[in-house]
């Protein structure tokens, strides 16, 4: 079992930066594939961003504009978020699998955050 906390969330207008910060509580970290999701009102869970030991992924429609790392001393990943879009407002999730590739299917994650609320002004 794994706790996960985001944090980082808020409002910034377009074109705008902000970081996401996932910190899981677990001995094992460096053997999670963690994933960052978002959901907007009405609309399906979405893949934003994953990353494994060797690599990471990303959704279409962030690509080139997120980056997503990891400090296993920290137990903690990150979703640096820049040139913010009206269309990135959503609630953004953490998710955890213990894995050794990325996977954008959030049913392939047993383990989710609270979520955080990023709002980006038009």
């Known amino acids: 079992q794994v ?35 978002r959901q907007a009102p009405g609309k399906e869970r979405e893949f934003v961003a994953a990353i494994s030991w060797s690599g990471s992924t990303y959704g279409d429609s962030v690509k080139g504009r997120f980056a997503i790392s990891r400090d296993n001393a920290k137990n903690t ?6 040139s913010l879009e009206f269309e990135d407002t959503a609630v953004y999730f953490c998710a955890a699998r213990v894995a050794s590739r990325t996977i954008a299917d959030p049913s392939a994650y047993p383990y989710w955050g609270q979520g955080t609320q990023v709002t980006v002004s038009s």
């Open 77 to 82: 990943v990150y979703l640096q978020m820049n």
């Open 3 to 37: 706790q996960l906390v985001e944090s980082g969330g808020g409002l910034v207008q377009a074109g705008g930066s902000l970081r996401l910060s996932c910190a899981a509580s677990t001995h094992t970290f460096s053997g999670y594939v963690l994933g960052w999701f």
